[in-house]
């Protein structure tokens, strides 16, 4: 009888561990590790060319109340060496919007498709949280190559999903940056997963915003404490 409990008590909290992962489906890898991420159905995250004005948002999104709580130009294109110097790097802004009401998760993803399909607006990503810390998504993702002559590989797969290369980081020549266009099927975080689920690179990862979208060009973002502590 011991025994058969003991036989219960296993087989309940594999399946209380299966439904939390389940219901964890936002994640990103370090490590070849999955560390998953809240989604913070408040706010969203717009990446654009160009400022965005909060009358070009409110036609996208009419019967929802919303903040412009930060905007800002994006300065991932420093420390970059472009790999084509003929394709220029555009200026473009990261925008948060902070809704003012509750909203559900489905009208979450319908003002997402709504606010993609806007002019100049390049991606739209969910907003998430890691214990008490609130982070946004770029449009960007870094790959780090196994070796310098993978990159043929990498210049492949990324036109194949119209993901720009944007160039190598100087001062760790293996790892570059990439960008997401409004043509890409995924945001960066899915981008960052599936190039890694690829089994082709060392390493790939999203370019995570700061609460007040500063953004960070390091590609070791996510071994910060802060982050991997999730519990």
């Not at 998953?36 to 995250?45: A, G, H, I, M, P």
């Not at 975080?189 to 609460?211: D, Q």
């Amino acid at each position: 009888m011991k025994q058969h409990y003991k036989y219960l008590i296993l087989l309940v909290s594999f399946f209380a561990c299966f439904l939390l992962e389940a219901q964890q489906t936002t994640f990103y890898y370090y490590k070849g590790e999955k560390f998953y991420l809240d989604v913070d159905y408040s706010r969203l995250s717009i990446v654009s060319n160009g400022e965005i004005s909060s009358n070009k948002i409110k036609n996208k999104i009419a019967k929802y109340d919303f903040d412009i709580k930060n905007q800002k130009r994006s300065h991932t294109k420093q420390n970059i060496i472009a790999t084509d110097k003929s394709n220029q790097i555009a200026d473009i802004y990261n925008t948060e919007i902070e809704f003012s009401t509750k909203i559900n998760s489905d009208e979450y993803l319908d003002n997402i498709q709504n606010l993609q399909n806007e002019d100049g607006v390049i991606k739209v990503s969910p907003t998430y949280t890691v214990r008490t810390k609130k982070l946004g998504v770029s449009n960007n993702f870094y790959v780090r190559l196994s070796k310098a002559g993978d990159v043929d590989i990498l210049n492949n797969l990324a036109k194949k999903y119209s993901v720009q290369v944007l160039g190598y980081n100087q001062f760790m020549p293996l790892w570059y940056t990439l960008s997401c266009t409004k043509e890409t099927p995924y945001n960066a975080i899915e981008a960052a997963n599936y190039f890694y689920e690829t089994n082709l690179f060392e390493s790939s990862e999203p370019e995570f915003l700061y609460h007040d979208l500063a953004a960070t060009n390091d590609p070791y973002f996510p071994n910060q404490w802060g982050l991997k502590n999730t519990g």
